[in-house]
């Protein structure tokens, strides 16, 4: 009951008349189209082709040797296959903590220093350019997640709880904004993560330039927002937590076309 008033009381003020919340849907989809021409997250694509290849870090290496999946120093449709297994870590890994794992072999980078710098600081913001280089040379194709190691079915599996996970002081999970069709918070649309969205909505779309505050968001950005948005404590960088709700909101999108890295309001 706490939570329905809550909830009510948070969308309510939100709602509009859905005729002209429709007009203006449409119109600010329009308006993402005829900026994607001009998406200022290619100069972030562009930071992070150049920190590939350059040599950086303790080591003095560059990154062209990093596994993100399909083999060492292959870029090209990996992260449309993100998370995934990798033996090497023994772990299910999304884009961000694969490259963190990469800073740190081949650069010599400190792992832990990396996850505890702020977004947009030192080597975060290497982090940032990297994840949207690597996401955008995986531009148009669809997302396809892998479910073939125990370790990955166990992912999705974690990521489904903690997006059904009900606490916080007003009771909020993902699933309470997340969970169904036609939603709206603030004129903004909803997307229904338990299912496919559609193509480049949801996890098909991040990392993401954002023209409401001028900044590159990669995923974990995005997530971290939104567990704000619940009240939630900040989830750590390149935690477990987010990547199960990566796994679970990945495979649910499977076919999904991928846009990142994509323009937001
Ligand atoms: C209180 C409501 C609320 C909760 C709870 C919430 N979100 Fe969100 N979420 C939003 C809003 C608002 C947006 C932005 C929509 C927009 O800009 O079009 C968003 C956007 C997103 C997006 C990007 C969608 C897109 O197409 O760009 C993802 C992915 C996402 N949320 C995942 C989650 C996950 C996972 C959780 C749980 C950890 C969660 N959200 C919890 C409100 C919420």
């Known amino acids: 009951m706490k939570s329905n008033i809550a909830l009510i009381a948070l969308l309510a003020s939100g709602f509009m008349a859905s005729a002209q919340a429709d007009a203006i849907e449409a119109g600010i989809a329009k308006y993402r189209e005829m900026l994607q021409d001009g998406n200022p997250a290619e100069l ?19 990154l062209e040797a990093c596994d993100l999946g399909k083999g060492p120093g292959v870029i090209k449709g990996a992260f449309v296959e993100l998370p995934k ?8 890994q999304d884009l961000e903590s694969r490259l963190v794992t990469c800073m740190e072999t081949l650069q ?6 990396l996850a505890a710098t702020s977004y947009g600081k030192g080597e975060q913001e290497t982090l940032r350019d990297l994840a949207t280089y690597v996401s955008g040379q995986s531009r148009e194709l669809k997302i396809n997640i892998s479910q073939a190691h125990a370790k990955e079915r166990e992912m999705y599996e974690v990521g489904k709880r903690l997006f059904f996970m009900r606490a916080g002081p007003h009771d909020f999970a993902c699933a309470t904004c997340h969970a169904e069709d036609n939603k709206r918070i603030r004129l903004q649309g909803l997307p229904n993560l338990t299912g496919n969205p559609g193509d480049g909505i ?5 990392p993401a330039y954002r023209v409401g505050n001028g900044q590159m968001w990669p995923m974990q950005k995005r997530l971290n927002d939104c567990y704000r948005q619940q009240r939630f404590p900040e989830p750590k960088y390149a935690s477990d937590a987010t990547i199960a709700l ?5 495979v649910n999108a499977t076919g999904a076309v991928s846009i990142a890295p994509a323009i937001k309001r």
């Open 85 to 92: 297994f990798f033996a090497d870590t023994a772990r299910v």
């Open 108 to 113: 010599g980078f400190d792992a832990a220093k």
């Open 202 to 206: 949801g996890f098909a779309a991040w």
């Open 246 to 250: 990566g796994v679970y909101m990945g």
């Open 44 to 62: 972030f694509e562009m930071a992070g082709e150049e920190l590939w290849t350059t040599p950086r870090g303790p080591k003095q290496a560059t």
